[in-house]
């Protein structure tokens, strides 16, 4: 079995700062790492692989700054990276991306399953996958806790707001995971070591036979500002029972006990 | 994957050391492993915050101009503290450029350092913790992380001053409470130009400032607050052993120490952003674990590389140093085929020939030195008396300045008892 398992290089939501007055997103010290349910979909695909067997490829499109991401992916397990590189992912929106990992994955060529996150951990737009599939013309699974492959047959279970279903798909397809489906691994020294010896392919827009012009992102950010917690800042005084008192009472007032 | 793989050197640890050490041995052509527990380099260490940059210089010459180093430190202060005073000595020299010293963060700055070895050919391998050495026959072949086990022909152990390796190869014990000091530092946001203006300085230069007295009140250590681009450092050092009978925390005298009226208004306004603590050793040549072994050397903190002269702490240019002194201690001995502790053993020499061991021989007697409480209980405050003496002017019949500071001094331990200090400060540092 052949699996492509997407992934997106993201600044690490640890290292944001929000400036005080202008709750503007201070990224100069973020550090970047693999987004968090990318490696639920990394880890899948490797797991997939050890169960029967193939090889996973790990894709990827980003700016330069995306190449330290590779040691990385590749020491989770996968056998070979692909990395679009064009600075025009700084500005990308889902649709553009969706356009830019078709096109990897058509030079890539021969698949049975293509595996993404459900959404990424810095926009979350869950549409990446879904677009995909769509461009790609196959099915698309999505919400996905669980997988199973037998005989070209995809089972999964997906988890949904009310309960669980079980659906049923013939590869190629695409998948969208969860992060509770699996526990991404730690890379060891071994796997770490392995993974700069693996091939690395870096792909350009121009060499997917994409055009600059179709890839003009159609949803522009504005802004994006932290959000402020507001905190009433009410303070009791006064001996135990009564400040418990005062507390449940205002708890009351505001409907929370 | 085969288990054949075997590399010429595996360095421990992506501190200073470490790095240097896989830098040079890169360098030379050999086939390195940088191993590193943090997933970043640099992302669990803290130091005070100022690299004296001779040493990297000697290695990277100009390292500064492509370093991420924070500012060029052209102000140098020492304060004695007591409760509400401060008496400070202030030092502008156009000289401290001759030798430059640098503000760091080692976030940034560990992870340049260990991105050059990369560079130079080193293979780095980081979020990965080394359990153990691997021995045969008490010769270290390598190391194992967790199921791993990878050979080499010599270990450098970068570790630090917990260093597991040396523990677990009975080449050191624990640490003993004497034998370290306990570091807790704050980096408190501000903007650039507040920064410029409290400390009047301009774009890339820097203020270094330490504290002795009141700060650790009294017990044997001292204060430091560095300036960066757009932090400050700002935090205590102070002998473990001071703790074990003290009622104070070193957490809450961080807290005081901030509150002081000299500190308050220069992190006014500021943003605590990363509190962090950290053992810097302290022993100097008395805790220095035998530093060659069959496959194995030992560096930086790990090899107690540390001077404490109370009113500094240098660590990380003896750790630069001792790291380029393994690696061409490493390429002899590939050179010549043997890598037993007599192969090695040019790394012991030329830690003897450099700055390295010979300031920890002139500052060995620093450590017995501070333990004497005056100097970081009474003299700070005879300080203050006499200055303030000096310069108050109240009213009250003037006493010459002769006879109103030799009533300080003896209302703070007496004359003899100063000069002996003094004396004995003199031949410690
Ligand atoms: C509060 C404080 C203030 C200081 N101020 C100054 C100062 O102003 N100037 C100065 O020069 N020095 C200062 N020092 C000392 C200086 O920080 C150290 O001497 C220096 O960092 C030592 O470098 P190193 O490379 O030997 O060790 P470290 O910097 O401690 O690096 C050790 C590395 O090894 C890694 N490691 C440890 N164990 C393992 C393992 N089992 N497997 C894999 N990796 C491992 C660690 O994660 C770390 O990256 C200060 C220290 C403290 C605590």
Known sequence: ?257 | MSTEERFDAIVVGAGPAGSVAAYCLAKAGLEVLLVERGNAPGSKNMTGGRLYGHSLEKVIPGFWEEAPVERRIVNETITFLTGESAVSLDVKSKQFAQAPSFTVLRSEFDSWLAGKAEEAGAMLACGVRVDELLRQEGKVMGIRSDEDEMLADVVIAADGVNSILAQKADIRGELPAKHVATGVKEVIELPRQVIEDRFHLTEQTGAAQLFVGECTRGMQGGGFLYTNHESISLGLVITAEEFADAEERIVDLVEEFKMHPLIQPLIEGGQVVEYSAHLVPEGGLNMMPSLCHDGLLIVGDAAGLVLNTGYMVRGMDLAIASGEAAANAVIAAKAGGDFSKQGLSSYQTALENSFVLQDMKTYAKAPKFMENHRIFGNYPGLMEEMMVSLFSVNGNSAQPVRKSMLTSIKRHGGFMQLAKDAWKGMRAV
């Not at chain 1, 100069?28 to 968090?36: D, M, N, P």
């Open chain 1, 1 to 257: 079995m052949k699996i492509i398992a997407c992934y997106k290089w993201v600044l690490d939501e640890a290292d944001l700062k929000v400036e005080a007055q202008s709750r503007r997103l201070l990224t100069g010290r973020a550090k970047s790492k693999i987004s968090e349910y990318d490696r639920n979909a990394l880890e899948c695909g490797v797991q997939l692989i050890d169960e029967s067997g193939g090889e996973v490829i790990a894709l990827t499109a980003g700016t330069g700054g995306a190449k330290s991401s590779l040691k990385d992916a590749l020491s989770r397990g996968p056998a070979e990276a692909v990395f679009v590189k064009d600075e025009i992912m700084a500005q990308s929106d889902p649709a553009v991306t969706a356009k830019v990992l078709a096109a990897a994955v058509r030079h890539i060529g021969e698949y049975d399953l293509i595996l993404c996150g459900e959404g990424s951990s810095d926009e979350y737009s869950e549409q990446v996958g879904i677009r995909l599939a769509q461009l790609l013309g196959i099915p698309v699974v999505s919400f996905v806790n669980k997988v199973q492959v037998a005989d070209g047959v995809l089972r999964a279970e997906r988890k949904l707001d009310g309960g669980i279903e079980v659906v049923q798909v013939q590869l190629p397809a695409v998948v969208t995971v969860l992060p509770d489906m699996n526990t991404p691994r730690i890379p060891s020294l071994k796997q770490i070591l392995a993974a700069a010896k693996k091939p690395v392919k870096e792909l350009n827009l121009a060499g997917l036979g994409l055009d600059q012009a179709q890839l003009t992102a159609k949803v522009r950010r504005q802004t994006v500002l932290g959000t402020v917690m507001e905190r009433k800042g009410i303070r009791f005084r006064g001996e135990a029972r009564e400040v418990v008192q005062q507390v449940l009472t205002v708890l009351n007032k505001e409907g929370l006990c």
